[in-house]
């Protein structure tokens, strides 16, 4: 019984980092967007000016989400749990 209840509790741990996972990959291509959105209104006005100065489009990002699934290496432990070594007093 121990098992199943250790299993349940990882399936819903290991769906909680997924949904986690999932929305800041949603925030991180939000950004994205953002950043371009901004790099092109630097360019807009830099062009207005004359500028002589070098173009932000020249910046790139790079990323990414380097995602194991390792399930072997999944160590469960409750570090919420009193130790043997407290007193308790009463």
């Known amino acids: ?3 199943e209840r250790v299993l349940a509790k990882a399936r819903k741990l290991a769906k909680r980092l997924a949904d986690k996972i999932d929305e ?6 939000d950004l994205e967007l953002e950043f ?9 006005l830099e ?8 173009v932000a489009s020249d910046v790139q990002i790079d990323v990414s989400i380097d995602v194991q699934d390792d399930d072997d290496d999944f160590d469960v432990t409750n570090t919420s749990a ?5 007193r308790r007093k009463f």
Do not use: C, R, Y
């Open 36 to 44: 371009a959105m901004l790099v092109k209104t630097i360019d807009k």
């Open 82 to 86: 009193p130790s043997a070594k407290v």
């Open 1 to 3: 019984m121990g098992t």
């Open 24 to 29: 800041l990959s949603d925030s991180l291509e």
């Open 47 to 54: 062009s207005k000016q004359g500028s002589t100065k070098p």
